[in-house]
């Protein structure tokens, strides 16, 4: 499994020393300070790699570790249409109505967040016992708008191979990307991580396997269909099944994982569905310290059927009406479900397909940068004619990292997407369909760690 602490920007840790300053008093001349005494009682500690320090009275080694992070973002905006209905819905043909105009969107944000992670650890006969916590605090406007407000990222005991809590979903491997905005690839780890109870065994040489009973309430697509129309979802019986082989070693690390995910809904015609759908992931990452030090090189494939929160595709959007395929909401709205239904007794699923990889770059200390590309199609089964049954999609862009002093990244992203997808059959005028979409977004990022 990724480091359960990890997010998509670099974090280094706390340095594990804790000491104070006497202030003295001088009268006319400064006078030099003397090197301050330690604290009585606090000590510095090292458990399975992590670098604490203990309080009086506790055998626990705690660390204390976050970012501040301060964005400024923006992106070209064209037309941005939806399919509805020329006359009964669910019945009659379809054409493009404009939805929000760019008159009325935004074209640059601000986001500024500050995230404090708390980590304590404790060894036992049965190992480590550790208990982690993520408190994401965001504020932002405009372009890619944020919830503003504060979460509760993750939250998650570790022991004797149980993991229990808001932790990372083990499905997961190359999670958003490298840049701030997700490119197509499974993320339940930066972002949107669910509740879970996991058993993970490790066999030695890096060899590990899990099974992990997973929230499933953050892996399901139930996006709007022509107009505002949608299924309506019943309560979770059963949690998404994970189960995952494992291997890391200095070569490098390499993951398959499988989920099933189950749906319970009530479609637009009043039929009802309990359908088990699912999704396989394989994915590598190669270090190639012969090329630079940190440099890697990583890549995965992900197919999935009637279980688009596993796909991938719906991990983009930030902004208004983007549900993956259309970039700061541009063009024609292609939307996304894991079922949907018009006619009695007739639903559509989708199958995708999904591909990522990256390759990151240290050009020295202070420089480095990491290309990333993705591609995506979905294509829906016994489709109605009243929606666009598949699309296809390239998402990739590049960002650089400048490191001018300790604990300091200046970080410059830039993102392309291009998306076509089919026509509807019962599509009419008076507007031509727009097939094509694509667009642009970038981003400046201050990272400063601790």
Not at 230 to 254: E, F, H, K, L, T
Request: proline share 6%; aromatic share 12%; charged share 10%.
């Amino acid at each position: 499994m990724a480091d359960c602490g990890a997010t998509r920007r670099r974090a280094a840790h706390l340095a594990a020393a804790v000491a104070f300053c006497g202030i003295f008093q001088a009268r006319a001349a400064d006078l030099p300070l003397r090197a301050a005494a330690p604290i009585e009682g606090v000590k510095v500690c090292n458990v399975a790699g992590m670098t604490g320090f203990v309080l009086p009275g506790s055998d626990v080694c705690f660390k204390i570790s976050g970012y501040v992070d301060a964005q400024v973002l923006a992106g070209n905006l064209t037309k941005q249409y939806g399919l509805v209905f020329t006359g009964v819905p669910g019945e009659s043909p379809v054409t493009l109505q404009e939805l929000s105009p760019v008159s009325a969107r935004d074209w640059t944000g601000f986001t500024t967040r500050a995230q404090v992670n708390l980590d304590a650890r404790e060894m036992t006969a049965y190992g480590v016992l550790r208990g982690y916590a993520e408190m994401l605090f965001t504020n932002g406007s405009g372009f890619e708008a944020p919830f503003n407000g504060a979460i509760l990222n993750l939250a998650y005991v570790q022991f004797a191979g149980l993991t229990a809590g808001r932790a990372p979903s083990f499905f997961s491997y190359l999670a958003g990307g490298e840049t701030w905005y997700d490119f197509y690839s499974p993320d339940r780890v930066t972002s949107n991580q669910p509740d879970l109870l996991a058993y993970t065994a490790t066999f030695g040489n890096g060899f590990s396997a899990t099974l992990s009973f997973e929230d499933q309430s953050g892996a399901n697509v139930n996006n709007p269909i022509n107009g505002g129309f949608n299924n309506a979802y019943y309560g979770m019986i059963y949690p998404d099944v994970v189960a995952v082989a494992r291997v890391d070693q200095s070569w490098g690390s390499a993951q398959l994982s499988a989920v099933a995910h189950n749906t319970r809904a009530i479609g637009v015609s009043g039929d009802t569905i309990n359908l088990w759908g699912g999704a396989a992931l394989a994915g590598a990452t190669v270090n190639l310290p012969s090329v630079g030090p940190g440099d890697r090189l990583a890549a995965q494939l992900v197919y999935s059927r009637a279980a688009l929160g596993y796909s991938g595709i719906p991990n983009t959007p930030l902004s208004l009406f983007d549900q993956g395929f259309n970039i700061n909401g541009n063009g024609a709205i292609f939307q996304l479900t894991d079922a949907l239904n018009y006619n009695p007794f007739s639903w559509s699923t989708p199958t995708t397909w999904s591909a990522a990889g990256f390759f990151e770059h240290h050009i020295s200390p202070e420089f480095s940068f990491a290309p990333e590309v993705s591609f995506a199609s979905v294509r829906y089964s016994e489709s109605p004619p009243m929606i666009s049954d598949n699309a296809v999609s390239f998402l990739g862009g590049v960002i650089a990292h400048w490191d001018p002093a300790p604990h300091l990244d200046f970080q410059f992203a830039l993102m392309y997407q291009a998306t076509r997808q089919a026509t509807p059959t019962s599509y009419v005028g008076p507007t031509p369909f727009r097939p094509f979409n694509s667009g642009l977004a970038g981003s400046l990022q201050i990272v400063r760690d601790y």
